[in-house]
């Protein structure tokens, strides 16, 4: 079974930048998306962001222009930077990985943004 290696997340203060990462070693070959969603106290888990093999991305509106997913095919890494980050990005942030045959989920990573 895939296990995800993810890092980054973290404290920053209104306006600044984060990073995540997300791998999927050892996954077979074959189609697949990889991506974030978050989820807040209080909230339902939500989507963030995506990234399909071939490159297709997808965004939640609430971060299209400040969030940008990228990958590196080879290495079977996603990459999340995140821009411009606001107190309501705030939550725990969870990497996903899905195949045809089923999702992995990470274990999330803490993103606090204030000041």
């Known amino acids: 079974q895939v296990q995800l290696v993810e890092s980054g997340g973290g404290l920053v203060q209104p306006g600044g930048p984060l990073r995540f990462s997300c791998a999927a070693p050892?996954?077979?070959?074959?189609?697949?998306?990889l991506g974030w969603y978050r989820q807040a106290p209080g909230t339902q888990r939500e989507f963030v962001a995506r990234?399909?093999?071939?490159?297709?991305?997808n965004y939640a509106d609430s971060v299209k222009g400040r969030f940008a997913i990228s990958r590196d095919r080879a290495k079977k890494t996603a990459y999340l930077q995140m821009n411009s980050l606001k107190p309501e990005d705030t939550g725990v942030y969870y990497c996903?990985?899905?195949?045809?045959?089923?999702?992995?989920w990470g274990q999330g990573a803490q993103v606090t943004v204030s000041s």
């Open positions: 996903y990985f899905e195949t045809a045959a089923r999702t992995t």
């Open positions: 050892g996954s077979s070959s074959g189609g697949y998306i």
């Open positions: 990234i399909s093999r071939p490159g297709i991305t």
